[in-house]
């Protein structure tokens, strides 16, 4: 097997081709490309999960609907062509994302003294507007007031 081969098979199974059609296409036997793409994890497998790595690792096609990206030159490469795709995917793939194992701090209040959980949030003071504005304007001094003036 020569290096023009090889690549050949890189550039293939990157197409999603099986192993048989590699073999056929470059005139080689079927287990001679098992073998070579046996050494490369990121051969092995499925012909269409194959593709489907490559496409998520070069960020060319949409994660849910396979179609090809159009990037822009500046900013964040995309990974779904539209927010449909973007809501499915994620709908479907949630157990990836669970809040539950995020950033949630148990505090106290300042005006009622009771726990509350706050999310990604640990510089929080109250537990709900009510409170907050029981302590600004109906507790302590009168603050709503700015001067002494003109009354």
Request: with cysteine; net charge positive; aromatic share 14%.
């Amino acid at each position: 097997m020569d290096e023009n081969q090889r690549r050949q098979i890189w550039n293939l199974r990157s197409e999603g081709f099986s192993y048989g059609k590699i073999a056929t296409t470059l005139n080689m036997s079927y287990n001679a490309v098992k073998k070579y793409c046996g050494r490369f994890p990121e051969l092995k497998g499925y012909g269409n999960v194959v593709k489907q790595m490559f496409d998520e690792g070069n960020g060319k096609y949409c994660k849910q609907c396979h179609q090809l990206l159009k990037h822009h030159p500046k900013g964040r490469p995309k990974k779904f062509c539209s927010d449909y795709c973007r809501k499915t995917w994620w709908n479907t793939h949630s157990e990836e994302h669970d809040k539950t194992k995020t950033a949630y701090d148990e505090l106290t209040c300042q005006n009622c003294g009771r726990s509350f959980l706050s999310y990604a949030n640990p510089k929080r003071k109250y537990c709900s507007h009510e409170c907050y504005i029981q302590t600004r304007f109906y507790k302590g001094g009168h603050n709503d007031q700015s001067t002494n003036y003109g009354d």
